[in-house]
């Protein structure tokens, strides 16, 4: 089946520090991969998203590289803001799903903190 | 446009009882899906609604029930409830268009916070 493994938190970093969240994962069929933020109180917000290997997604600085060859996705950020702190999930939708549904399989979530 | 709404956003329960969730879709969107969200489990996958009929389930008891309507809106159940269930359950809406893009992304709702007594 699917599976998504992604680093354990808390992270911890101070404000304009280089963020790294590592993402790996499990897939049977072609997967898509997609972060997802969760702020306090929230639901989930989409990040970023990738549908194919070496597809690279980018919003508001993040950024997620599609590996296949080692199958991961990991979360980058050139400089860190307070704003930023939040519960990262990376996640993947399984394209050849049988039943042709688009689950999201979900990884643990890593909880980030930003300090000034 | 607006956003995936969820009623109620809190439930008290007692062990015992039944819940419903309700789940309205962004406006177009056909797919419903649902989520629960414990800090043990994670997020796990409940099941998925389109054209008012399950598309796939997830691995959770015959307790958890759910139904889409003509109009997208879909609603969840939950029977017998155990401690256990308290939970963040998440609805999340997708376009689903057939022959568009492949991830069909889903946007999801702020939750309803279900606590069981």
């Known amino acids: 089946g699917n599976s998504v493994t992604q680093m354990e938190g808390p992270v911890t970093l101070s404000e304009e520090a280089f963020l790294t969240i590592n993402c790996t994962y499990t897939?049977?069929?072609?997967?898509?991969l997609f972060w997802y933020v969760q702020y306090p109180g929230e639901g989930l917000q989409l990040l970023l998203k990738a549908t194919k290997a070496d597809d690279k997604g980018s919003n508001k600085g993040f950024e997620a590289t599609y590996r296949k060859e080692t199958t991961s996705f990991h979360l980058e950020k050139g400089s860190v803001q307070v704003s930023d702190s939040a519960v990262y999930f990376c996640?993947?939708?399984?394209?050849?799903?049988?039943?042709?549904?688009?689950?999201?399989?979900f990884g643990k979530g890593t909880k980030l903190s930003v300090i000034p | 446009k607006a956003g995936v709404t969820q009623t109620p956003r809190y439930l008290i329960k007692t062990r015992g009882q039944q819940v419903t969730l309700s789940c309205s879709p962004i406006?177009?969107?056909?797919?419903v899906s649902w989520y629960q969200q414990t800090p043990g489990q994670g997020l796990q996958f409940l099941f998925e609604y389109f054209s008012e009929t399950q598309r796939n389930k997830g691995n959770f008891p015959g307790r958890f029930s759910g139904r889409q309507f003509s109009n997208s809106r879909s609603e969840m159940n939950v029977s017998t409830l155990e401690l256990g269930d308290s939970a963040l359950y998440l609805c999340?809406?997708?376009?689903?268009?057939?022959?568009?893009?492949?991830?069909?992304?889903?946007?999801f709702g702020p939750g309803t916070r279900l606590t069981v007594l």
């Open positions: 897939a049977t069929g072609y997967p898509s």
């Open positions: 996640a993947l939708s399984d394209r050849y799903s049988g039943a042709g549904s688009y689950q999201l399989t």
């Open positions: 406006s177009g969107h056909r797919s």
């Open positions: 999340a809406s997708s376009p689903r268009i057939i022959g568009g893009s492949s991830y069909n992304e889903q946007f």
